[in-house]
């Protein structure tokens, strides 16, 4: 299935273009959404959403995760792949427009920062977006980047553009996937979530099979869970949730403020940072790696 583009033209077209996406969360400058078709970053931002709302279904997620989880695109080290996003810029990103290694080491810098004590932070935040080296085995944005959801239940109203973007995804004519629990039950716990599938899900498959991988659990949470704007900011979805997720959670709120207000012009020398960094990937994910 694709989408009609006269769909698709409808809806970035026709939509109030002072429309913002869920104002009362977003006070400050970041993550605005609007549908603007006069706006070339919003409407490639809103291009991006509507594939992934369209697209991403059950189904979809399930197949992703048998075919990335053999785990046999590229064997690499963390620093290569890393090296790799210099040619990447995420098209469902409102704020910045740059290269995301310069997000990456912006983002562990802070940490480093804030918490000076805490080395597996640090590399945490200089990971947390690797998974989006799958831009790069010929995956669309739309499967790669953007907040994530749970598939297999009833979308959230936080979600962004959640009431324009899901009109065509099969799922919400399946009656019981458009029930609040859906395929789940209460408190069953993330990890028993089926998350839509992009750069997090697939970063914290590669780390949880690699054998070398030291990192505490505390990390695994924020690297898959660090797009869940709709869990970790809005507040929905806590009915599938479990003590252990709440008590993660504290985690992945402190990582966002460095992971959203980091964003600017100011790019750090990553060249004089590496030797610090290359040290900690060597204490928590040493070797080569398989993506």
């Given at each position: ?5 006269e769909?698709e ?10 429309l ?5 969360l ?9 549908i603007?078709?006069?706006?070339p ?16 279904t059950?189904d979809?997620v399930?197949k ?12 690499m080290?963390?620093?290569?792949a ?7 810029i995420d098209e469902?990103d409102p704020?910045v427009?740059?290269?995301?290694i310069?997000?990456?080491f912006?983002t ?6 804030k ?23 010929n995956?669309p944005q739309?499967?790669v980047?953007?907040?994530t959801?749970?598939?297999?239940c009833?979308f959230?109203?936080?979600i962004?553009?959640?009431d324009f ?11 019981k ?5 859906g395929?789940?039950?209460r408190?069953?716990?993330?990890e ?12 914290h ?12 659990e ?42 959203l ?31």
């Amino acid at each position: 299935m694709t989408i009609p583009k006269e769909m698709e033209q409808q809806l970035l077209y026709h939509i109030d273009p002072s429309l913002q996406y869920r104002p009362d969360l977003n006070p400050t400058a970041y993550r605005k959404y609007t549908i603007d078709a006069e706006d070339p970053i919003q409407k490639r931002v809103f291009e991006t959403y509507l594939k992934m709302h369209t697209y991403q279904t059950v189904d979809f997620v399930q197949k992703k995760r048998q075919q990335y989880g053999s785990f046999n695109k590229i064997r690499m080290p963390i620093m290569a792949a890393l090296e790799k996003l210099n040619d990447l810029i995420d098209e469902s990103d409102p704020d910045v427009d740059m290269p995301n290694i310069v997000h990456a080491f912006q983002t562990a810098e802070e940490i480093r920062a804030k918490h000076p004590d805490q080395d597996w932070f640090h590399l945490t935040g200089l990971i947390h977006d690797l998974g989006k080296v799958m831009a790069f085995f010929n995956e669309p944005q739309w499967a790669v980047v953007g907040d994530t959801f749970p598939v297999g239940c009833r979308f959230a109203k936080s979600i962004v553009y959640r009431d324009f973007t899901f009109i065509l995804n099969p799922d919400c004519e399946n009656e019981k996937l458009s029930t609040p629990l859906g395929m789940y039950y209460r408190h069953c716990g993330l990890e028993n979530v089926l998350m839509s599938w992009g750069h997090d899900e697939y970063m914290h498959m590669v780390l949880k099979n690699h054998p070398g991988c030291t990192l505490p659990e505390e990390a695994f949470y924020v690297i898959r869970f660090h797009s869940f704007y709709p869990w970790h900011t809005a507040g929905d979805y806590d009915y599938l949730c479990n003590d252990k997720d709440r008590k993660m959670m504290k985690w992945v709120q402190e990582f966002n403020k460095f992971d959203l207000y980091t964003k600017s012009e100011n790019v750090p020398d990553i060249d004089e940072l590496m030797p610090y960094y290359q040290k900690l990937i060597d204490k928590y994910v040493p070797g080569d790696v398989a993506f």
